[in-house]
């Protein structure tokens, strides 16, 4: 089972331990500046969709960097990490890679979240329609354990998460299968538990449009979302292991619709 830890950018790093939930919240800095072994292009070269990035960080230490490009956020984020190695390399919000290097955790739980994000002031699920998106995983990767999703906050603060996962390759949600709904054209298994939910696609979605407001209507129907309102929307993969071997996680296409 996945551990499900907060990915908040400016307030808190938690440093977990598997079955035992404990959370240590660690004060960190946003900073658009790194040092010189945070900027070191990974081994495997610049992607052909993004060859001159102008933002690269390299984290190790659970202090993932980010910026800001247009309204949106590019996070290295990691809270749990266990001698894994990422480095992301931003051209723009639609044009990211991370390279990865983790070898399998003790946990076998969520090392990071790498990804990009708009934050919002509370504003109701209504005003959020969709998301266009697309991601690439490795074509090869024996061992690898991670999963491809949006990231919703719901309400107030960290006790309500709703994830779409677009691709799956060895991980399984927290809580418990409870259904499966229809939209946009596929078929989502629907997990849940208190304070998560999880629809997890039945075939891999490397690219479209995700239809957002028919998941928040579901969540709500349900009684899921006491307060219908969003501070953070993300999308990138959560990584649990790439058998230690350094892997490449692309993406080239993330922007929200509202209205």
Known sequence: MAVRFPRRRLLLVAAAVLMVGALVAVPIVRTNQHSPAETAIAATGPSSSCPNPSFVTTSRDNQGAGQDFGPYYLHNNMWNNHNGVYTMSVCDYGNWYEDVTQPKPGDNGVQAYPNVHKDYDN???????????????????????????FDVWIGDGLDNELMIWTDNSGQVPGG????????????????????????????????????????????????WAPKATTWQVDYGVEIVSTAGHTRRFTFTDFAIQEG
Do not use: E
């Open 176 to 223: 418990d299968k409870v259904g499966t709904v229809s939209f946009g054209g596929f078929t989502y298994d629907v997990w849940h538990q208190d304070g998560y939910t999880a629809y997890v696609s039945q075939v891999t979605q490397k690219s479209g449009t995700m239809p957002l407001a028919d998941f928040f209507t579901d969540v709500v129907n349900r009684g």
């Open 123 to 149: 504003v109701p699920l209504t005003r959020i329609r969709s998301a266009t998106f697309a991601a690439t995983t490795p074509g090869d990767c024996p061992g690898c354990v991670y999963d491809v999703a």
